[in-house]
């Protein structure tokens, strides 16, 4: 032991206080002066393995389009693929059951910090999501749809009127508070004129209208 700036140096592993034979041991095993060479962060190969798409794949049909894609994202972020998808497995969807770009942008989202979506797709884009059972791109769709920050009244309307069309209940439901609250601005618009007997009627009976009185109603 060497005593240095008050604090002892232990000499027990250096090598050149070690016996002969141990230091033949230590040349045998090339345990002497090791070096570890920097690596590439983990999160960083990660993302070069989804920018470059690499890794195990599986072949996705959709309408006659085969998509290669990364096996763990898919196993990862949808539950439709969580326990039976394998390295390898073609999957082919029913004809039409989503639509080509909304399976490209649900993917790209899977694999990438954000993307680029028209706005009158929202709908189609959560059917998608939903066919594929992506439970955290649902989520994000409905938080969207539901923020009064981003969304207009009109727009709400507009996503009111198609999710009727398309047969989506819950989400006409879920927008309907929204779409009510804003009755004024929306009877002004040409949309309202043009809207179906049945939904008028129901707007109209609705408890949630945003009016002060029947006048106001009227006169909308």
């Known amino acids: ?21 141990l230091k033949r041991q230590f040349t045998y095993k090339s345990l002497r002066n090791t070096v570890f060479y920097e690596k590439i962060p983990l999160q960083k190969k990660l993302k070069l393995a989804l920018e470059r798409n690499i890794g195990p794949h599986a072949y996705i049909i959709v309408n006659d389009t085969v998509y290669k894609c990364q096996v763990f994202v898919l196993r990862i972020y949808c539950t439709l693929f969580t326990n039976n998808l394998k390295r390898g497995d073609v999957v082919k969807f029913p004809r039409d059951a989503i639509s080509n770009e909304c399976f490209e942008w649900a993917y790209a989202w899977m694999t990438s910090n954000e993307i680029r979506l028209p706005r009158e797709n929202i709908l189609h884009f959560l059917v998608a999501a939903q066919y594929l059972q992506c439970n955290p791109l649902i989520k994000r769709i409905l938080e969207f749809l539901n923020d009064h920050r981003t969304n207009c009244e009109l727009f709400s309307f507009s996503c009111y009127l198609k999710a009727r069309d398309m047969g989506m209940a819950h989400i006409s439901d879920m927008i309907f508070p929204r779409v009510s609250k804003s009755f004024l601005v929306l009877v002004s618009n040409g949309d309202f004129i043009d809207m179906d007997i049945d939904v008028a009627c129901t707007l109209l009976r609705s408890r949630l209208l945003a009016v002060q009185n029947e006048i106001e109603l009227c006169s909308g």
């Open 1 to 21: 032991m060497e005593k240095k700036d008050g604090l002892m140096k232990d000499f027990t592993f250096q090598f050149k206080f070690m016996p002969d034979s």
